[in-house]
């Protein structure tokens, strides 16, 4: 008995010794292909690594003793996750943040410059604007889109007729891609909306092109394709009301007005809590709506001392088309960061006080 | 039951997709294993060996072309079987571009490992291959040909279509006026032209004199690169680099000139059709010049498929007239927009051997007559049958076109230079109020 255990502990411990050794002799050849000190062309290097790696796992599997085996086990079913986790996550958050500290131009790297692209960031006036109108259009779609959901949400929980119909076409424009939805909304507000304004405000082009109204007309459209959304959530919540209460507030005598504001809204303060949350996140990553509506194109006569071109880029954009159009990706990726160091922000305050509240979903 | 089906058919997606993983990771490693076995007896031999792709059809090993203009997309199929049929080596054709841009694409195919033998290049991109790009000075082909593109010595592009771009007039609608295009080379002659051409609006049945369109979003490309492009270049000679040398040089800009250029979009502003020139679109501008409703459009010969596809298009004939906006302005702006680039780590003598083939009589058959691409070969028989060709070779022959080095300037400018163009088309600048923003705001992006 004793004698098997050891011969099988030698064999496990000769596998895992060897499958470090494949292991680390294919990283190597990866390394120096990539450095270019061999041909990239070794075709060798995919099995081998994985041979090393089934040797690892093996030599683990089959060391005695069970307590190791059950963790082995354990890890090989969470592996495939834990793996596409780092691969597709973790990995590239480290390799972003390392190629922000480059000159990097998506293709390779020259030199490393340190925070150099960090301290060129707040010295770019588009980049300011580009915060400055996020954060603004943040602030007017959270409270708008809000208002509006709820509003649409109360009308679709009332007794009237038709609301399955009414509920199903207020979600609708959520369903139509950002994409399109800004090519339709480019030609209402180039083709419709300009025979009203002609009429009326003697301008005979679209909102798109004033930065002042193309930004008013962003929020227009995010508001016609979000507010739909949020509004489910609400009517979830409203439904969630125990009629019981409603009913002793009628027989109370209170009026609509009274229930609404008295028990209908602190009866869904948490429903209002996760779609305020909601709508601040997409609505700071907002990309698709921007790029198929403006581009990004409006012209800022004067801010930090100069003429801005793109009036109408929020952030996301901005680090979009600093990476494709200037061709910077390393100061695209250091963009990148800031606005990822904005959203964890914001993801921890709302977990924060979401946990506080423990909103039940 | 049920949930045990749910729980088999989820386990098999997640198998099924690691398995796709799987697949594409491995395929850059042995694309050649469906190409049969018909090895030639051909000893030649190959400063790069690669002992994945030994067993390609024809003499050599079998490449990929990744090609940046969908437009062309199955004529460039036809021309790889062509090859295919008269040397018996393989050539792949992938296309991307589109929505997509195609040097985008390729540094995620570099990221990948994945890089094609031949590729799309614009000369702006250049500088990002540095060192990884094959000198193709020796080939044979340059001598053929004036455009290829050479970079700092080293000739690293292979040229297959001239483009030019101008004003391009409505013959039918000049000739009814009594116009003569050729006459169009001094600001005099134009404001007089279309003075004419304005006040006959009723009789010529026309929108408007000038199809032209400053709409930023989505046709930046059109007023910050081709009509911009008229500043760097109109009326130089082919190989004079004076106004790209001074903006590359940090930004500056000739004053003058570019005062006569404001005053001469000015013109064009005023005598365009309002619904188009503030935000109109490609689709609506090319229409109302395939429609007859403008005389003039400022886009270039690749309209030319959008026109003859028209239902509305009557058969005019088309040409060019110069943006002149100093006296004696007499040129076109063109070349050659982009180029297939060798990769230095492919299969390069297949390359070469391929593109060599293209610059040869069949391969331009094809890509003059099918593609109706211009040929910048001098040996080239062939004509295209497309509207502008005529009127493009004529000036070409007279030695009137001026390279196009917009194409040379900082990448991302016309973003930042379209939204003047519009500005100015809305009124919200006047002539000397879009010099000196222009100067300003392309200062400042040099500076950035």
């Given at each position: 008995m004793k004698g098997t255990s050891r011969t099988k502990r030698t064999s496990s411990l000769i596998c895992l010794v060897l499958g470090i050794i494949i292991t680390i002799v294919a990283i190597t050849v990866d390394i120096l292909a990539t450095v270019g000190f061999i041909s990239s062309d070794q075709w060798y290097r995919g099995p081998l690594l994985i041979l090393g790696i089934i040797g690892i796992v093996l030599g683990l599997y089959f060391y005695p003793t069970i307590k190791h085996h059950r963790n082995i086990i354990n890890f090989l079913f969470l592996f495939p996750l834990l793996f596409a986790f780092f691969v597709t996550v973790i990995l590239p958050l480290f390799l972003g943040l390392f190629y922000s500290f480059t000159d990097w131009d998506g293709i390779q790297f020259h030199n490393i410059i340190g925070f150099g692209n960090y301290t060129r960031m707040f010295k770019d006036p588009q980049l300011v604007w580009s915060i400055l109108i996020t954060f603004l259009f943040v602030v007017f779609d959270m409270i708008l889109v809000n208002l509006v959901a709820f509003l649409l949400a109360l009308l679709c929980t009332s007794k009237l007729p038709g609301m399955g119909f009414f509920r199903a076409s207020f979600f609708l424009p959520n369903l139509i891609g950002g994409i399109v939805l800004g090519y339709i909304w480019q030609f209402i507000f180039a083709n419709v909306v300009t025979i009203i304004t002609t009429k009326?405000?003697?301008?005979?082009?679209?909102?798109?092109?004033?930065t002042n109204t193309a930004l008013a007309a962003i929020v227009v459209v995010y508001i016609w394709q979000y507010a739909g959304y949020i509004m489910l959530i609400y009517i979830t919540g409203l439904n969630t009301i125990p009629g019981d209460v409603l009913e002793a507030a009628a027989i109370d005598g209170a009026s609509p007005l009274q229930t609404l504001f008295n028990i209908k809204i602190p009866m869904i303060a948490p429903t209002i809590t996760i779609c305020t949350f909601l709508t601040l996140t997409s609505s700071f990553k907002q990309f698709d709506v921007n790029l198929a509506l403006t581009n990004g194109a409006g012209f800022v006569s004067n801010f930090m001392g100069e003429i801005l071109?793109?009036?109408?880029?929020?952030l996301a954009l901005n680090i979009y088309e600093t990476a494709i159009k200037s061709n910077e990706y390393a100061f695209a990726q250091a963009k990148a960061f800031l606005f990822f160091v904005i959203l964890a922000c914001v993801s921890i305050i709302q977990v924060r006080i979401s946990n506080k509240k423990e909103v039940e979903l | 039951m049920k949930k045990k089906l749910l729980s088999v058919l989820l386990a098999g997606a997640m198998v099924a997709s690691l398995a796709a993983c799987g697949s594409t990771g491995t395929d850059t490693t042995n694309t050649s294993d469906n190409t049969n076995t018909e090895a030639k007896a051909d000893d030649k031999t190959e400063e790069k060996t690669d002992a994945t792709t030994s067993d390609a059809t024809g003499s050599l090993d079998s490449i990929r072309l990744v090609n940046g203009?969908?437009?062309i997309d199955e004529q460039l199929k036809t021309l790889a079987s062509k090859y295919n049929e008269e040397t018996g080596n393989v050539v792949e054709v992938e296309t991307i571009g589109g929505d997509q841009k195609a040097s985008d694409a390729l540094k995620a195919y570099y990221q990948a490992g994945n890089m094609p033998d031949i590729f799309f290049v614009e000369s702006n991109d250049i500088p990002d291959w540095e060192g990884k790009l094959v000198d193709l000075k020796d080939e044979q082909w340059t001598e053929d040909t004036d455009s290829e593109l050479v970079v700092d010595g080293a000739t690293v592009g292979f040229p297959y279509s001239v483009e030019a771009t101008a004003l391009g007039y409505n013959k039918d609608l000049l000739d009814k006026a009594g116009i003569d295009p050729s006459t169009l080379t001094s600001p005099a002659a134009w404001t007089e032209a279309v003075e004419k051409l304005d006040s006959m609006k009723d009789e010529l049945g026309i929108t408007a004199v000038f199809g032209w369109c400053a709409e930023p979003s989505n046709l930046g490309w059109s007023s910050g690169t081709h009509v911009f492009g008229q500043y760097l270049d109109a009326g130089l000679a082919y190989d004079d680099r004076t106004y790209i040398d001074l903006l590359n040089d940090g930004g500056k800009i000739d004053e003058k000139r570019m005062k006569d250029f404001a005053d001469f979009i000015g013109m064009m502003n005023q005598y365009s059709d309002p619904a188009l020139v503030i935000d109109g679109n490609y689709d609506s501008q090319v229409a109302g010049f395939a429609e007859g409703k403008y005389v003039f459009v400022t886009q270039g010969n690749w309209i030319a498929p959008n026109i003859l596809s028209n239902e509305n298009y009557s058969g005019f004939e088309m040409g060019f007239a110069p943006y002149a906006f100093e006296d004696g302005i007499d040129t076109i702006i063109g070349g050659v927009p982009n180029f297939w680039a060798v990769y230095a780590e492919g299969h390069v003598d297949a390359a070469k051997a391929f593109l060599q083939w293209c610059s040869e009589d069949s391969a331009q058959q094809i890509l003059v007559e099918q593609a109706a691409l211009i040929s910048p070969y001098t040996d080239c028989k062939y004509t295209a049958d497309a509207p502008f060709a005529a009127s493009i070779a004529e000036y070409i022959a007279n030695g009137k076109l001026s390279y196009w080095h917009t194409m040379e300037k900082k990448s991302g400018l016309e973003d930042k230079t379209s939204v003047i163009f519009q500005q100015y088309a809305k009124g919200a600048l006047d002539a000397d109020g879009f010099t000196s923003t222009i100067a300003q705001v392309i200062a400042s992006y040099y500076a950035n």
């Open positions: 009326y405000f003697d301008r005979a082009y679209s909102l798109l092109s004033d071109s793109e009036g109408t880029q929020m | 203009k969908p437009e």
